[in-house]
Structures are given as structure tokens and as C-alpha cells.
């Protein structure tokens, strides 16, 4: 069964450091999604995308953040000035298609720390 | 805006008794509603949505619009089912949601020998 591939599995940063975060989407699939859970807490929703372009964001994807999908399998997420409470796993999620409520397939995540 | 609750945080049963994780959820138009459930070690996986009304490793839940409810339930827990388990939802209010999830805290399920 095709999965989404996340890397790093682990990724140590300085604060202050910019971070790129990747994920292989499902083949065929069109929506593209980011979460993150910090420590103890929810799992949120960040962004999703579509077509090229960011279709929704939350409060917490401010201008630190930028996601694209560079090449046809791709989707990367930048967290450009890392701060300490940016310090979470971060998952990837794809969609086949919105219409037919088809569920989301995640990745087995990112655990980000911020030194 | 969408909210869910998972009340209970932690639930421990033993091997044979029946299991119920509860879930609650605030949305102003249609939701949809899953259940995912995440192993030690592994990624988020979906156990069942409301939509096809099925049974998943014999777990079940059913939407229940007028207690804002999804509660997840199994007759008979096994000690494989030890797991947190998180309720979502997905709202389509107008068609505008591109499917953006909201997750309850989730509720961690052990199962007892």
C-alpha cells in the first residue's frame, strides 16, 4: 500500500535556524496537508495545499512559514527563523480528492527540536 | 469554528471488557467525523469514519447529531488495541473546507492482561 514518506525522521536546530521539512506525497494524490503536535498536546492543523497554492491556513502558519512543492513529488515545509516553541512533530498528510471525502494518509512525522 | 473533545485522557480496561472512548465535537455545519488511531511508534492511521458506517478490528461508532457524539466503542478489548486513539473532524459548511482536520487531544487506551 503506497504511504507518505516523511524526512527527516529527526532534525536538531539552532534557534534562529531555518528548517526545511519534506514529504512525499501519495502519487496521485492532489491535496496536501501539514499538522504539528507539540509535546502533551493536540495535533493541529497548519496548512493545507492545492494546485499549486495554499488553499488554508491557521493562525499558527504565520510568515515564518512557507510550503511548496517544488518538483511533482515533493512538499516541503520552511520554518524560516526557528524559535523555541516551534519545537513539535510535524506530520504530512495527503488526499486523493476533496470531493469524494477521501481520507488523509499521514506520514510517520518529524520530530523537530530547537536547541 | 470546529472543536472536538475527547474527555478522558487516559482509559484502562482489561482484556475482555467492554470499551467506550468518548467524543464530542462543536461544528455548525455537516461534519464528518473519523476515528485515527495511532500505535507506539507509528504513524496516525485511520480507524473508521462515520460515512461508511462499518467495523474496523470490531470497533464502532455512530454519529449522533443530537448529542454532538462520535463515540468509538468495542465489546471486547484486546491488549493490541493499546493505542492513543484520536477523534477528528471535517467540515464541508458551504463546500469551502479543503479538508482541513481538527483533532481532539486523543485518549490513550490501555489494555490490561
Known amino acids: 500500500e503506497p504511504e507518505v514518506t516523511q524526512t527527516p525522521s529527526h532534525q536538531v536546530t539552532q534557534m534562529g535556524q531555518e528548517v526545511i521539512l519534506r514529504c512525499v506525497p501519495i502519487s496521485n494524490h492532489l491535496y496536501f496537508y501539514w499538522y504539528r503536535q507539540i509535546l502533551g498536546q493536540k495535533v493541529e492543523f497548519l496548512v493545507s495545499f492545492y494546485n499549486n497554492e495554499i488553499s488554508e491556513k491557521s493562525e499558527i502558519f504565520d510568515d515564518q512559514f512557507s510550503v511548496e512543492r517544488p518538483d511533482g513529488s515533493n512538499f516541503t515545509l520552511k520554518i524560516r527563523s526557528t524559535k523555541l516553541e516551534d519545537s513539535a512533530m510535524y506530520f504530512c498528510?495527503?488526499?486523493?480528492?476533496?470531493?469524494?471525502?477521501?481520507?488523509?494518509?499521514f506520514g510517520d512525522g518529524t520530530r523537530l527540536s530547537i536547541l | 469554528a470546529q472543536r472536538v473533545t475527547q474527555p478522558e485522557k487516559l482509559l484502562s480496561v482489561f482484556k475482555g471488557a467492554p470499551v467506550e472512548l468518548k467524543c464530542n465535537y462543536s461544528y455548525s455545519g455537516s461534519p464528518e467525523l473519523f476515528w485515527y488511531v495511532q500505535y507506539s511508534r507509528q504513524r496516525l492511521q485511520l480507524l473508521l469514519r462515520?460515512?461508511s458506517r462499518e467495523s474496523i478490528k470490531g470497533f464502532t461508532a455512530d454519529l449522533n447529531k443530537g448529542e454532538t457524539s462520535f463515540h468509538l466503542k468495542k465489546p471486547f478489548a484486546q491488549e493490541e488495541d493499546s493505542a492513543m486513539y484520536y477523534c477528528a473532524l471535517t467540515g464541508y459548511a458551504g463546500g469551502t473546507s479543503y479538508g482541513k482536520l481538527t483533532f481532539g487531544q486523543g485518549t490513550i487506551l490501555t489494555v490490561h492482561p
Open positions: 462515520h460515512i
Open positions: 498528510a495527503s488526499r486523493r480528492d476533496r470531493w469524494d471525502n477521501q481520507p488523509q494518509h
